[in-house]
Structure formats: C-alpha cells, structure tokens
C-alpha cells in the first residue's frame, strides 16, 4: 500500500506558492508524494503596517500551530520571516541550498543608487534596509511601502517612489529578475538573518518526514543560518530589529559571518566579524553578538523605530 502524500502547508501568496512548489517538485523527483495545504497567516490578512502587530512571527504562526495540529505534515518558511525562538515540538528539519541573500534597488529613473537625485523617494518597509541607506544616502526620503511584491512594483511604476527595496532572490522566484537595477553588495548592505533561504519545518516526533526533508539539506547553506539566527537570538533582536548578517563558507571550508547593528537614522553603526568552524556554527554567532554588545548594539536596537 502506497504512503500517503506528504501534506505542505504554505502560504498563499505569490511568492510563498513558487517557494512551496519548488520544494514540491524536489521531492516528488526523489519519489514522494506532496500535496500542497493553503494557509492564511496574520501577516497576510494585515492591511495596515506589520509593525503595529508586533512583526513577529507574522508570516508563520499559523503554519507552525497546524503543524502541531497535525494538519500539515511540513512547512515552508521565507526564513528571514522565522523566529529564532524554538517552538516547542517542531524543529528546523532542512534547509536547501540557498539562493541569492542581497538586497537590490529597482527604480525606473535611475541606474543606481548613488544616481538617486537628493530627497529622491525610496520605498521599504524595512528598517535595517532604513538604517543602512541612510547612513550612505542620509539625503534620501525614505518612505515605508506595503504589500507583496508585485504591489510593491506596482507603485513604483504609478509613480509613488523613485525607487524601492527588495530581496534579490524574491524577484529571482518570481522570474522577475530583468527587473533589477542594482545589486547591493555585502559592503553597501549586509541582508536580513537567512535572506535567500527556505526553512522546511516539521514535528520533531514526525520520523517519515524529516527523513524525506533531510534529502534536500544543504549543509553549508544550514551552517550559514544558523550562525545568523544565533546571531540574532543572543542579540535579543526580532526580525524587524536595524541588524544585518551574512555568514558564507571559505574557500578554507571555515565560516565567517559579519554582523552590522545601526541607530535608526543610520548615523551610528557598530560592525563585527568572526570566523569558525560550520560545525559550530551557532557558538561563532553568540560570540559575534557579544561582540556587538559589547559596543553598545543593545542600545541602538532598543532606540531604532520602525517604519510607518
């Protein structure tokens, strides 16, 4: 007799269903069976800014309490949009290999942002991107902007920003590259924790499929956002925080991650860096958030406000 089909709960936003269906994909190649579960999360009901419902844990609450549930044998996080607080009975089974972590700039007046024209209109919702802008352009007008990503483009081209923010790898999904402008590097602006990278979620008593998950585990890609999400949790900072990181392997085979905390207006910035081995990957990023700590990053996340 045939298992039944591995049940995938996913959102149902554009984006969110490209990712769930390319996770699909993989694992009916290796022979499993999927069908996919729509599941409408907080975050995707909210009209008004994230931030006034706490921007925690927005985008996967839902998810994780059906997966409890039992439900839904496995879920499929953005896992910028994931918090480092474990959830008791669900685990971090896989993460695949990872696509792009950059920012990018997509404006329709101007090839870069150093061709911004002073007090010219950029749109996120973000206040790390917020923070990091300003302290290169302090000139800009920032201005916070909602919705999914073809919304997102949709304002831009009604004229209601000169240019706007976005995550690489969410054009990339969407086949929209051809509508990036520039690509930020690391130098310019360091990516929100796990930017580019899927988390696949399940229970940690559930054997069938977190054997069937492990099949698509990149280990590299799991030893990068681990260090960032240890990061992230010993900074005591929430996914919305002014905090940037990016670990990648070496040539070596060691791991490095870089860290940034600003002040909200992007004035003040304390940066650090550390190196390791992945198969310690959570204790490099607790020793680079004590780093930080030390020069005051607690302070400068407590102060930072985010964007209306």
């Known amino acids: 007799m045939a298992s039944s089909p591995l ?7 554009k984006l969110a269903r490209a990712q769930s269906e390319w996770v699909a994909r993989e694992l009916r190649y290796l022979g499993h069976a999927v069908e996919l579960v729509e599941i409408t999360t907080q975050g995707d009901q909210q009209t008004g800014a994230l931030n006034a419902l706490g921007g925690e844990g927005l985008f ?3 998810l994780e309490r059906a997966l409890l549930a039992q439900d839904v044998d496995f879920a499929v996080h953005s896992l910028k949009d994931l918090p480092t607080e474990p959830v008791e009975g669900l685990k971090l089974a896989a993460v695949p290999l990872r696509a792009s972590a950059a ?24 206040i790390r991107r917020i923070s990091q802008l300003l302290n290169f352009r302090p000139d800009l007008q920032l201005a916070g ?8 483009l949709a304002k831009l081209d009604a004229g209601q920003y000169d240019a706007i923010v976005l995550a690489e790898a ?6 929209l590259e051809r509508r990036i402008t520039e690509s930020f590097s690391t130098e310019r602006m360091l990516p929100a924790v796990g930017q580019g990278a899927l988390g696949l979620e399940c229970r940690v008593d559930d054997q069938r499929t977190t054997m069937a998950l492990a099949e698509l585990d990149n280990p590299d890609s ?3 956002v681990s260090a960032e999400r240890s990061l992230l949790a010993h900074l005591r900072a929430g996914c919305s925080a002014p905090v940037g990181g990016l670990a990648t392997i070496q040539p070596d085979g060691e791991l490095k991650l870089v860290a940034v905390v600003l002040s909200g207006d992007g004035q003040q910035r304390t940066f650090s860096f550390g190196v390791g081995s992945p198969r310690y990957a959570c204790e490099l990023g607790q020793q680079v958030a004590e780093q930080l700590l030390a020069e ?13």
């Open 7 to 13: 049940r995938l709960g996913t959102r149902s936003s």
């Open 60 to 62: 996967t609450k839902e």
């Open 103 to 126: 920012d990018v700039l997509v404006s329709n007046v101007a090839k870069s942002l150093k061709q911004l024209t002073a007090g010219a209109r950029v749109g996120t919702g973000s």
């Open 145 to 152: 902007i909602r919705g999914n990503i073809d919304t997102r």
């Open 170 to 175: 969410g054009l990339q999904r969407l086949g």
């Open 222 to 224: 799991h030893a990068e």
């Open 296 to 308: 005051g990053a607690a302070e400068l996340i407590a102060t930072a406000r985010p964007p209306q």
